[in-house]
């Protein structure tokens, strides 16, 4: 059967159809990108993707929101959107449908995708989908963290976190200035406030004033694109800083979950590709005292699929109503 899969985030929400049978995902479209300021609601920016095909909209929706789910009214972190699920059915004029956390939707995405959808970063180059823990983090509008359990028989379990908020821990005095210039608008800081796209330009501003230059007026996205274009050498050393940020986190929630593989995927994901194999990120993923040799066992990858979110919205569909 055909269902409308839908991944909304803090900046985007994006659409497409997608076909699924026995509990997988044999196929998506082409998806449609939208602007979340542009629309008032998830039912108009739903009614605008309706507009954009020759034909009528499948009834059946399967919807990854940045935003933990349960309740009777979901707010999205990072996004003025309000859903209530209660009223999905007659908003959306759908006769089924499926509400799940983003990363619980990569996590689907991580358990049906091939391997040819994956890069590797670090540590063994082997299989990975053994029985046991998937540990899943992106950095995008904000930090999502997710669990795959994979059992024995092939069957397995995606477990939805809100790990992107666990209290950030400086590991030098460069984190620590980071942390104090963040503590003077945020009384918690959480490691998202640093490894999540805005994050960057903390970061850039705490470099900016360690080297007694005028922190001028900027938005994280100047920021990443200075770093990628290479242009500012202080953008650049805020982009590795953030790589290594990111290796010391991944290494943290990896120690937590216990994973036989970790999984790097969000927004900025393969934007950080080529950067994150030359970075500290691997030292930092490893660098966990007694537990070194632990660290260095485990398989580092990338997701590279250009929609996980969107497939895993639709494989979660798929995983609520197989036969």
């Given at each position: 059967?055909?269902?409308?899969?839908?991944?909304?985030?803090?900046?985007?929400?994006?659409?497409?159809?997608?076909?699924?049978?026995?509990?997988?995902?044999?196929?998506?479209?082409?998806?449609?990108?939208?602007?979340?300021?542009?629309?008032?609601?998830?039912?108009?920016?739903?009614?605008?993707?309706?507009?954009?095909?020759?034909?009528?909209?499948?009834?059946?929706?399967?919807?990854?929101?940045?935003?933990?789910?349960?309740?009777?009214?979901?707010?999205?972190?990072?996004?003025?959107?309000?859903?209530?699920?209660?009223?999905?059915?007659?908003?959306?004029?759908?006769?089924?449908?499926?509400?799940?956390?983003?990363?619980?939707?990569?996590?689907?995405?991580?358990?049906?995708?091939?391997?040819?959808?994956?890069?590797?970063?670090?540590?063994?180059?082997?299989?990975?989908?053994?029985?046991?823990?998937?540990?899943?983090?992106?950095?995008?509008?904000?930090?999502?963290?997710?669990?795959?359990?994979?059992?024995?028989?092939?069957?397995?379990?995606?477990?939805?976190?809100?790990?992107?908020?666990?209290?950030?821990?400086?590991?030098?005095?460069?984190?620590?200035?980071?942390?104090?210039?963040?503590?003077?608008?945020?009384t918690r800081v959480s490691v998202e406030r640093i490894v999540a796209g805005p994050g960057i330009l903390a970061i850039y501003e705490t470099l900016a004033q360690i080297e007694g230059r005028a922190i001028t007026s900027l938005t994280d996205r100047q920021v990443w694109d200075m770093a990628f274009e290479?242009?500012?050498?202080?953008?650049?050393?805020?982009?590795?800083?953030?790589?290594?940020?990111?290796?010391?986190?991944?290494?943290?929630?990896?120690?937590?979950?216990?994973?036989?593989?970790?999984?790097?995927?969000?927004?900025?994901?393969?934007?950080?590709?080529?950067?994150?194999?030359?970075?500290?990120?691997?030292?930092?993923?490893?660098?966990?005292?007694?537990?070194?040799?632990?660290?260095?066992?485990?398989?580092?990858?990338?997701?590279?699929?250009?929609?996980?979110?969107?497939?895993?919205?639709?494989?979660?569909?798929?995983?609520?109503?197989?036969?």
């Amino acid at each position: 059967m055909e269902v409308v899969a839908v991944d909304i985030g803090g900046t985007h929400a994006r659409f497409a159809i997608a076909e699924v049978e026995n509990g997988r995902v044999v196929r998506l479209d082409q998806e449609v990108t939208q602007k979340t300021s542009d629309h008032a609601s998830l039912q108009l920016a739903w009614q605008a993707f309706g507009k954009t095909l020759d034909r009528p909209l499948p009834r059946a929706a399967a919807i990854a929101v940045a935003s933990p789910v349960g309740g009777e009214l979901i707010k999205l972190t990072n996004n003025p959107w309000i859903i209530r699920p209660a009223l999905v059915k007659e908003r959306l004029d759908v006769d089924s449908y499926v509400l799940i956390n983003d990363f619980g939707a990569i996590g689907h995405a991580v358990a049906q995708l091939g391997l040819d959808h994956f890069e590797h970063l670090c540590g063994p180059d082997e299989e990975w989908k053994k029985p046991g823990s998937i540990t899943i983090c992106g950095p995008g509008t904000g930090l999502g963290v997710a669990q795959v359990y994979c059992c024995k028989n092939g069957d397995y379990h995606v477990i939805e976190t809100e790990g992107g908020h666990m209290d950030f821990s400086p590991l030098d005095g460069l984190e620590d200035a980071i942390l104090k210039r963040l503590r003077r608008t945020f009384t918690r800081v959480s490691v998202e406030r640093i490894v999540a796209g805005p994050g960057i330009l903390a970061i850039y501003e705490t470099l900016a004033q360690i080297e007694g230059r005028a922190i001028t007026s900027l938005t994280d996205r100047q920021v990443w694109d200075m770093a990628f274009e290479g242009k500012d050498d202080l953008a650049i050393a805020a982009l590795d800083r953030f790589c290594l940020s990111l290796g010391a986190i991944a290494g943290d929630l990896a120690l937590t979950h216990g994973p036989k593989g970790v999984v790097i995927a969000g927004g900025l994901g393969q934007r950080l590709k080529g950067h994150l194999v030359k970075s500290g990120f691997e030292q930092r993923f490893v660098a966990k005292g007694r537990f070194q040799s632990l660290m260095k066992s485990i398989p580092v990858r990338l997701i590279t699929h250009p929609q996980p979110g969107l497939f895993g919205a639709a494989a979660a569909y798929a995983q609520e109503h197989k036969a």
